[in-house]
Structure formats: structure tokens, C-alpha cells
Nanobody, 128 residues
Framework: QVQVAESGGGLVQAGGSLRLSCAGSGRTFSSYSMGWFRQAPGKEREFVASISFSGTTTYYRDSVKGRFTVSRDNARNTVYLQMNSLKPEDMAAYYC?????????????????????WGQGTQVTVSS
């Protein structure tokens, strides 16, 4: 079993940057793919990015490509989401999640049902 917890959210001006962290527990953390999702008020939760267990395969939703970067440090049991050039539409609660799918295609890794373990979320607020 894996437990994950997000941190690093906060208030930032449009055009600014934030780095979210997702700390995982459990000896098998490095065998899980990890995903980032977000949910804005009144909207459904949506996929943001994912990274395979080894870090070699990443996927992004189109609206964040070129601005967000997902990475992981398995020695530290931590996954990161570097967010640059933030826009007001990026404002949401951000969640990390762990998937036992080691390497999957975009369709699989962007689906919430592929993830077994979820964090509580961290809020990102972007002021215009």
C-alpha cells in the first residue's frame, strides 16, 4: 500500500511559478506510476500530468504542455510538478495519485480509474 501527500501549493501571480511535491510512503513507491490531477470549483477533476515508475515516460494535458514539468526522485519517494507561466485557469486543488500501472498509454494514465491511491490535495491560487 502507498500513501501520498501533496505540498507546495499557494498564492502566485499570473506568470509566476510554483513547484508542487508529492511525498510517498512505502517501500514499493518506486514501482508506481504517479499522476497529477486538478479540480477547480464547480468543475470535474481533470488529468494534468503523469510519470511512469522509472520516470522515462511522461504525459501532459495539452493546456499545460511547455509550461508544466513532472519529475520524480525515487530515492526520496517524491514526485514533483513544476508549474511555470501560471494562468488564472490553472487555479485549482491539485492532487497526486499512485497507479500500479507501471507504464501505460496516455488514455490509461489520464484516467482516474487507473489510480488506486490519492492524496488530500493542495490548493493553487493564481491571481490575475
Amino acid at each position: 500500500q502507498v500513501q501520498v501527500a501533496e505540498s507546495g501549493g499557494g498564492l502566485v501571480q499570473a506568470g509566476g511559478s510554483l513547484r508542487l511535491s508529492c511525498a510517498g510512503s512505502g517501500r514499493t513507491f518506486s514501482s508506481y506510476s504517479m499522476g497529477w490531477f486538478r479540480q477547480a470549483p464547480g468543475k470535474e477533476r481533470e488529468f494534468v500530468a503523469s510519470i511512469s515508475f522509472s520516470g522515462t515516460t511522461t504525459y501532459y494535458r495539452d493546456s499545460v504542455k511547455g509550461r508544466f514539468t513532472v519529475s520524480r526522485d525515487n530515492a526520496r519517494n517524491t514526485v514533483y510538478l513544476q508549474m511555470n507561466s501560471l494562468k488564472p485557469e490553472d487555479m485549482a486543488a491539485y492532487y497526486c495519485a499512485a497507479s500500479s500501472v507501471a507504464v501505460g498509454d496516455m488514455g490509461t494514465m489520464s484516467a482516474e480509474k487507473s489510480y488506486e491511491y490519492w492524496g488530500q490535495g493542495t490548493q493553487v491560487t493564481v491571481s490575475s
